[in-house]
T-cell receptor, first 111, second 117 residues
Framework: GDSVTQMEGPVTLSEEAFLTINCTYTATGYPSLFWYVQYPGEGLQLLLKATKADDKGSNKGFEATYRKETTSFHLEKGSVQVSDSAVYFCALNNAGNMLTFGGGTRLMVKP | ETGVTQTPRHLVMGMTNKKSLKCEQHLGHNAMYWYKQSAKKPLELMFVYSLEERVENNSVPSRFSPECPNSSHLFLHLHTLQPEDSALYLC????????????????FGPGTRLTVL
């Protein structure tokens, strides 16, 4: 079946550092890929998405590129802020409205 | 504020208790979901309701019983739970297009933190 693998956290960075959170997937066909973010005490929010190979999703300074050749969708941000501290989930959708999530990566940004 | 509310936000119950979790969406969506979020485990989809009919049940134990009385409300009835059922239970909703296989964004509530003693 489909699966998503993320780097384990926590990832601890200083403010203004460069962020990469790795995500790879296994799926048949041509899934859509997503990054969700969960701030403390809240539910998940869609951060960005990409629906086909070589698409780049972007939002709030975050970017991720759909790489079919490496089955990856790594999340990047050039300069993180304390307010970016949260748990980030990579996910895929292969049919209908069902999502398959990765295990989540906690990001902690220190001032 | 995502338009999906959940009550209670925190719940502590014994293994012999019966309780219910409530979810309400104010977005006019026609599909609702229950997820379980446990520490160090991927998010698990438990149940899906589309147009008030259950369309997905991912091998969830019968001690969890969902109910969807209308498109805006979703309940999860709990009875004789086990300590390993302690987790964050998340509700989500989305708008599904009839006959469409495309993905529509799911909007999540803040969750109910459940502790089973």
């Amino acid at each position: 079946g489909d699966s998503v693998t993320q780097m384990e956290g926590p990832v601890t960075l200083s403010e203004e550092a460069f962020l990469t959170i790795n995500c790879t997937y296994t799926a048949t066909g041509y899934p859509s890929l997503f990054w969700y973010v969960q701030y403390p005490g809240e539910g998940l929010q869609l951060l960005l998405k990409a629906t086909k190979a070589d698409d780049k999703g972007s939002n709030k300074g975050f970017e991720a590129t759909y790489r079919k050749e490496t089955t990856s969708f790594h999340l990047e941000k050039g300069s993180v802020q304390v307010s970016d501290s949260a748990v980030y989930f990579c996910a895929l959708n292969n049919a209908g409205n069902m999502l398959t999530f990765g295990g989540g990566t906690r990001l902690m940004v220190k001032p | 504020e995502t338009g999906v509310t959940q009550t209670p936000r925190h719940l502590v119950m014994g293994m012999t208790n019966k309780k219910s979790l409530k979810c309400e969406q104010h977005l006019g969506h026609n599909a609702m979901y229950w997820y379980k979020q446990s520490a160090k485990k991927p998010l698990e989809l438990m149940f899906v309701y589309s147009l008030e009919e259950r369309v997905e049940n991912n091998s969830v134990p019968s001690r969890f019983s969902p109910e969807c009385p209308n498109s805006s409300h979703l309940f999860l009835h709990l009875h004789t739970l086990q300590p390993e059922d302690s987790a964050l239970y998340l509700c989500a909703s989305s708008q599904e297009a009839s006959g469409s296989s495309s993905y529509n964004e799911q909007f999540f509530g803040p969750g109910t933190r459940l502790t089973v003693l």
